[in-house]
């Protein structure tokens, strides 16, 4: 049994519409009726007259890192269903509809959406359950969990066709990245990039979208993780449903593998993550996947891809606790340094990054 992963701290980490257990301080605590506001007032009525009920318990069910929100309604006889409110002005529901049918179509699990009123931003859909992989997932279960996982991933890629969603091109990469500069460098921690440390930052850039674009391309998730996975059946016999779809895209194969095993809200030995990465690339291959044959040069690209990520998630983080006033996605910012820093010394084209982060942001910031 290898080492226990290392979980999120903050008591913010929010699981997308999973019911609070009452000892996780990561679940939102479900506010009674009366603390509605006017416009979950407006969606708990919504939702009853397309239920044709006169009556339900109406409550959150989680919040979002966007303007997302979710409430479950749980009719007297026990049958619920999720609720989702994105503000039109704010949100727009269409690519959820559009990539949930993809994935259906490809036979991985989805909340079925069974009505809707886009002008509203109004979603009703089933309920896939009240625990995430987040909620579950440890040491001993995680071999059990992560296999079907890798399955339906599968399944999700194959069915991939260029041209039916966004392109994960050199702008929306360049757009990504810029966020770690001008959130988490220059907002969170009052660095400016200049001089070397610029040019250290550009080359990076140049090299990680380069190699993002020239990996193969298939439909990509882009937050394929614990906390976006739904636990229908205990193991072995588990049931994987996917949450948090609306922002997929077509894009690097290894994008989603390593999303999965380097998680935003806990963190795995080395060790776990290149047997689970062996099992994907494996399995990805006899599925008939555009995968290399060597698997140390997918394991390569997965670093790579997997360092864009890293750098786009310590940016977006800043970002949701200045611009939107929801601070405690930053307890987690370390996790990602510690990913980007880690990567960044075993490969020597990341040497700038290494560099970089050794002058500028080490000095800052405290590692578990």
Not at 42 to 52: E, F, G, P, Q, T
Not at 217 to 222: F, G, L, S
Not at 261 to 267: E, I, N, R, T
Not at 295 to 310: E, K, L, M, N
Request: glycine content about 6%; overall charge neutral; proline content about 8%.
């Amino acid at each position: 049994m290898g080492l226990a992963p290392a979980r999120c701290k903050c008591p913010g980490a929010l699981l997308p519409y999973a019911a609070s257990r009452p000892t996780d301080p990561r679940l939102p605590v479900t506010a009674p009726a009366t603390a509605l506001d006017d416009r979950a007032l407006v969606a708990r009525d919504w939702a009853l007259a397309a239920l044709s009920l006169t009556d339900a318990a109406f409550a959150p069910a989680s919040a979002d890192a966007s303007f997302r929100r979710y409430f479950r309604v749980t009719a007297a006889d026990g049958r619920s269903w999720i609720v989702m409110d994105a503000p039109p002005a704010r949100e727009d529901c269409r690519p959820f509809l559009k990539v949930g049918a993809l994935l259906d179509a490809a036979g991985v699990t989805v909340p079925q959406v069974l009505a809707q009123d886009l002008e509203q931003g109004f979603l009703l859909l089933s309920d896939l359950g009240r625990q995430t992989y987040l909620d579950v997932i440890d040491d001993a279960n995680a071999d059990a969990l992560f296999a079907p996982a890798i399955e339906a991933l599968i399944r999700w890629q194959r069915a991939s066709q260029p041209g039916v969603l966004p392109d994960y091109d050199a702008p929306l990469l360049a757009r990504e990245l810029a966020l770690f500069p001008d959130w988490y460098l220059a907002r969170h921690l009052g660095i400016t990039l200049a001089g070397a440390d610029l040019d250290d930052w550009n080359t990076v850039c140049e090299r990680l979208i380069a190699r993002a674009l020239a990996q193969p391309k298939v439909y990509v998730h882009r937050d394929y993780m614990p906390r976006n996975l739904m636990l229908g059946a205990p193991p072995p016999a588990v049931r994987v449903g996917v949450l948090d779809h609306q922002d997929a895209v077509y894009g690097p194969i290894a994008y989603d593998p390593i999303c999965l095993f380097k998680d935003a809200f806990l963190s795995w030995p080395e060790a776990r993550v290149d047997g689970w990465l062996r099992q994907y690339h494996a399995a990805g291959r006899a599925a008939g996947l555009p995968l290399a044959a060597d698997y140390a040069a997918f394991r390569r690209d997965a670093g790579w891809i997997g360092v864009q990520r890293h750098l786009k998630v310590l940016g977006i983080f800043a970002r949701i606790n200045y611009r939107d006033g929801k601070p405690k996605y930053l307890a987690d910012t370390p996790r990602f340094v510690r990913y980007v820093i880690d990567a960044a010394r075993r490969d020597p084209e990341l040497a700038p990054l290494a560099g970089l982060f050794e002058r500028r942001v080490l000095p800052q910031v405290a590692l578990a």
